[in-house]
């Protein structure tokens, strides 16, 4: 049995309590729910992979109340702590190398020397890292391979009966992932496009950030696993309308015909892309619970956010 907590003072105090007991919660962020263990225990990591049958040589990433509290677990050269200071709290990961003193488990890192940090901004998140007091691994709520979970709703489908409760606090405000930035050696490196748009983050290290290589052998980031985002139906990309018995995904004013199509939503009439990637993963569940062979999807422009959520639909239409 799942719990569902309300995100109250009692619910986040048990939610930290059960953390802490190397339990699996589902907890709200400002981009996705994550699925939340004790990132210090090998044992209680092992259950995340297990949970959603994620394969293991996947890292995760380690959420932390502040950057005091990162800064033990990784190394910061001045690129990362110029991205830390300018966007923690917030939907930015930092991927850094492991500082003596780390305490993030192996298992959590696939065994990597580097450690993947984030400080998120969504206030229920910040309460359970406070009273945890440890760092907390957080793969986002979804079977492996899945969409992504942005409602305690959504985790419950893909997870009810795995995982001991899910901490509600309603809907996440931006939608999609963190942004990914690997400050290892050298330049910053663009893991995957997240919450925070590129330009705002060139804007603070001052040059172009390179996007690592999809066709890596190892997957240094999960993005690297192409078919990912997943819906049951086949994903059709850059549409200009739906065809006979295609659903609808629509951005901006909808084209004629749309309405006539199996099933119909607008991740934004008015083209707005925050709003957009705010409702990218549940339109994509709701579309894709009505049974529909295929979901088309109209084109999303490539700036701020746009460039995030179409890595996602790439992923979501990659040969499975
Ligand atoms: O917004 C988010 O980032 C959400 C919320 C819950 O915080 N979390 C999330 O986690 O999206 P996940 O596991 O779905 O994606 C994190 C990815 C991993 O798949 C992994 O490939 C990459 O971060 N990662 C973790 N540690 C890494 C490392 N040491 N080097 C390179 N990539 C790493
Ligand atoms: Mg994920």
């Given at each position: 049995m799942t719990r569902h907590l309300e995100a109250s003072e009692a619910g986040i105090a048990e939610a930290a309590t059960l953390l802490r007991q190397g339990g699996l919660v589902a907890l709200p962020t400002e981009t996705v729910y994550g699925l939340a263990a004790d990132a210090t225990s090998g044992t209680a990591?092992?259950?995340?992979?297990?949970?959603?049958?994620?394969?293991?040589?996947?890292?995760?990433?380690?959420?932390?109340?502040?950057?005091?509290?990162?800064?033990?677990?990784?190394?910061?050269?001045?690129?990362?702590?110029?991205?830390?200071?300018?966007?923690?709290?917030?939907?930015?990961?930092?991927?850094?190398?492991t500082s003596p003193g780390c305490e993030v488990s192996e298992l959590a890192r696939a065994?990597?020397?580097?450690?993947?940090?984030?400080?998120?901004?969504?206030p229920v998140a910040r309460a359970v890292l406070q009273a945890a007091g440890r760092p907390i691994a957080a793969p986002s709520a979804n079977r492996s391979g899945r969409v992504s979970a942005t409602s305690a709703a959504h985790v419950l489908v893909d997870l009810?009966?795995?995982?001991?409760?899910?901490?509600?606090?309603?809907p996440t405000?931006?939608?999609?992932?963190?942004?990914?930035?690997?400050?290892?050696?050298?330049?910053?490196?663009?893991?995957?496009?997240?919450?925070?748009?590129?330009?705002?983050i060139e804007g603070v290290i001052g040059r172009a950030l390179v996007l690592a290589g999809e066709a890596g052998a190892a997957p240094i980031s999960p993005g690297l696993l192409a078919s990912h985002y997943a819906p049951a139906a086949r994903v059709r990309l850059e549409a200009e309308a739906p065809r006979f018995g295609e659903a609808w995904l629509g951005f901006?004013?909808?084209?004629?015909?749309?309405?006539?199509?199996?099933?119909?939503?607008?991740?934004?009439?008015?083209?707005?892309?925050?709003?957009?990637?705010?409702n990218l993963f549940g339109h994509l569940r709701r579309l894709d619970a009505q049974g529909v062979a295929a979901i088309a999807v109209a084109s999303i422009p490539m700036q701020g956010l746009g460039e995030a959520i179409n890595d996602r639909l790439r992923r979501?239409?990659?040969?499975?």
């Open positions: 990591v092992a259950s995340i992979y297990a949970a959603k049958e994620r394969p293991s040589f996947n890292p995760l990433i380690a959420h932390l109340p502040d950057l005091a509290a990162a800064r033990r677990q990784g190394l910061f050269d001045a690129n990362a702590l110029a991205l830390a200071k300018a966007f923690w709290p917030g939907p930015l990961t930092l991927v850094v190398a065994g990597l020397n580097s450690v993947a940090l984030r400080v998120p901004s969504h009810d009966g795995r995982i001991d409760a899910v901490l509600d606090a309603g405000q931006v939608g999609v992932e963190s942004t990914i930035v690997a400050c290892l050696d050298g330049a910053p490196r663009l893991l995957r496009p997240g919450g925070v748009p590129r330009a705002a901006g004013p909808e084209p004629e015909g749309s309405s006539k199509s199996a099933a119909s939503l607008n991740l934004s009439l008015t083209g707005d892309l925050s709003e957009a990637a705010a979501a239409a990659a040969p499975r």
